[in-house]
C-alpha cells in the first residue's frame, strides 16, 4: 500500500499502476522490460522496483512518485530475490542470488543526488575558519535567490557524485559545504561577494548546468 486509499502493481510491459480506492488506475511505463518486485519507503515518496528481462538485464531504480523522477539506479550481474526498505526507510536492503547475500543501500546518497541534479548551479566552497554567525549570514543571504547550504561528509558527496558522473574527489579534502541553487547566476554572485568580505571561505569548485566549473 501506498497509503489508506491507494496501492501499486506492476507487470512484465514495464508499468508501474496506481490504483485507487474506486479502481481507477493511473499507469506509468518506467522501464522497457518487466518489473518483478516493488518496495514503498516510509517517506510515502520513494518507490523501488527491480526491472529484469530474465536474463541479462538485472536492475534496481528508486522513483520519487510525486514528481515521477527517477533518484537512483544499480546494475547487478544476477538475479534480485527481494526488495524492501528498512522500518524508518535508511536503507533500501537488495537480496541478491549471489554469495554476497544483501545489499545495503543508504538512501541518504540519493537524496543528494536529487538536490545536485535539481540544482543549476553545486558549489563546494571550504568554511573552515567561519563562525557560526558568518554562516547563518551566509544561508540569510542566499535565502531570497533560492539557494540553500548543507554539510556532508565527503565520502557521502563523493559518492552522489559519482551517480552523477563529476569527478571531484580531488577537491573533496578538509572540512567542505555545498551550496545548491536553484538559479545559475545569483546564487554565484552572492558566495563570491561574501567570500571578498570573508577571507576565510574558500570556493573550490563548482557544478553548473551539471558540468564541472573552475570558479575563480
Do not use: C
Not at 45 to 53: I, K, L, P
Not at 58 to 85: C, E, G, H, P
Not at 129 to 155: H, Q
Amino acid at each position: 500500500l501506498l497509503d489508506n486509499s491507494s496501492y501499486m502493481s506492476s507487470g512484465e510491459d514495464g508499468f508501474l499502476i496506481k490504483w485507487s480506492e474506486n479502481n481507477l488506475g493511473e499507469h506509468y511505463q518506467i522501464s522497457d522490460v518487466g518489473i518483478k518486485l516493488i518496495a514503498y519507503s516510509p517517506n510515502g515518496t520513494d518507490v523501488a522496483v527491480y526491472e529484469s528481462d530474465g536474463g541479462s538485464v538485472n536492475k534496481v531504480s528508486v522513483w520519487n512518485w510525486k514528481t515521477l523522477t527517477r533518484k537512483y539506479q544499480k546494475k547487478f550481474n544476477d538475479s534480485i530475490t527481494s526488495l524492501a526498505f528498512s522500518a524508518k526507510g535508511t536503507y533500501l536492503i537488495i537480496g541478491t542470488a549471489t554469495v554476497d547475500g544483501a545489499v545495503f543501500v543508504k538512501t541518504s546518497d540519493w537524496q543528494i543526488v536529487d538536490k545536485i541534479k535539481n540544482s543549476e548551479s553545486v558549489i563546494i566552497f571550504q568554511y573552515q575558519g567561519l563562525t557560526v554567525a558568518d554562516v547563518s549570514e551566509l544561508r540569510k543571504l542566499l535565502k531570497p535567490v533560492e539557494a540553500e547550504v548543507k554539510v556532508y561528509k565527503n565520502t557521502l558527496l563523493k559518492r552522489a557524485l559519482d551517480e552523477v558522473n563529476v569527478d571531484l574527489a580531488e577537491f573533496l579534502e578538509g572540512p567542505n559545504a555545498v551550496l545548491f541553487g536553484k538559479n545559475l547566476l545569483e546564487p554565484i554572485k552572492v558566495i563570491s561577494e561574501f567570500a571578498k568580505k570573508h577571507d576565510k571561505l574558500d570556493i573550490r569548485v563548482g557544478i553548473i548546468s551539471g558540468e564541472k566549473a573552475e570558479l575563480e
